[in-house]
């Protein structure tokens, strides 16, 4: 398929890890094959989570008891149904894993910082951060994976 547009859109991509599901790295991958017609920008957030004990930690810091028991159970009964959903459907073992984006297929780099709200329920940047986003003139912002609701000025950057 030949894809020819007007006009080179700059696309910002809001990352917060390199390591990605196959449906969002594929979704990056197909964006990075028309790269002539889009000037690809990575929006890569620092510090959202450094790991899986900071998210356990963080859990247990602003949640109550019963809520980390739910927590606990979903993932519990979530693992099960994989499991042995996965024994029938062996393609689902596929959707499992995680692929590597490289920066370098991106037009751009640029590090922003998340800002969460005590409970990790909201999200929003530093000004300084949405100063050097505004100067991209970015016409579209995909968020790729990532947690919380945005709030603020980034939702009217692009």
Do not use: C, H, W
Not at 25 to 44: A, D, G, P
Not at 75 to 97: G, V
Not at 124 to 146: A, F, H, N, P, T
């Amino acid at each position: 398929m030949n894809l020819k547009l007007k006009k080179k859109y700059n696309i910002g991509i809001i990352l917060n890890s390199l390591s990605v599901s196959k449906f969002e790295y594929e979704t990056i991958q197909e964006l990075i094959l028309y790269k002539k017609n889009f000037n690809l920008v990575l929006l890569l957030e620092k510090n959202a989570y450094k790991n899986f004990t900071s998210k356990l930690l963080n859990k247990i810091e602003y949640n109550s008891f019963l809520r980390l028991f739910e927590f606990a159970l979903f993932k519990f009964l979530y693992f099960l149904e994989f499991f042995f959903l996965s024994l029938k459907l062996s393609y689902l073992n596929e959707l499992k894993k995680n692929y590597l984006i490289s920066k370098k297929d991106f037009n751009k780099v640029i590090e922003i910082e998340p800002i969460f709200s005590g409970n990790k329920t909201f999200v929003q940047y530093r000004s300084e951060d949405l100063k050097i986003l505004g100067k991209e003139k970015l016409d579209i912002i995909l968020r790729v994976g990532g947690s919380g609701i945005y709030k603020g000025k980034i939702l009217k950057i692009s």
